[in-house]
């Protein structure tokens, strides 16, 4: 079992950045990827950034330029900092880890950008 832990959401103007943490407990040296996925009211879940375990990572094209997915050194954060946000970044924010047979979830956090 791995448990999941965010932290850093919050109200933030257009323009303005926000830093999103991630804190895994449990089986972590079973976590092979790490990434961050959005729900806005009436949406699907989205993924927006993944890092694996060698460090390379991806984006969904809307965040590509200003937001960044990172490890910590204990590999079990991440964190993703957010600039330049924009109102359609408003949503929750939903952590995730990937083991060989199974997917965890943070219980999100909200991220409201302001016009």
């Known amino acids: 079992q791995v448990q999941l832990v965010e932290s850093g959401g919050g109200l933030v103007q257009t323009g303005g950045s926000l830093r999103l943490s991630c804190a895994a407990s449990?089986?972590?040296?079973?976590?092979?990827?790490m990434a961050w996925y959005r729900q806005a009211p009436g949406k699907q879940r989205e993924l927006v950034a993944s890092?694996?375990?060698?460090?390379?990572?991806d984006y969904v094209d809307s965040v590509k330029g200003r937001f960044t997915i990172s490890r910590g050194s204990a590999k079990n954060t991440v964190t993703l900092q957010m600039n330049s946000l924009k109102p359609e970044d408003t949503a929750v924010y939903y952590c995730?880890?990937?083991?060989?047979?199974?997917?965890?979830w943070g219980q999100g956090t909200q991220v409201t950008v302001s016009s």
């Open positions: 995730n880890a990937g083991t060989w047979s199974s997917n965890y």
């Open positions: 449990g089986l972590i040296f079973s976590i092979n990827s």
């Open positions: 890092i694996t375990s060698g460090g390379s990572t």
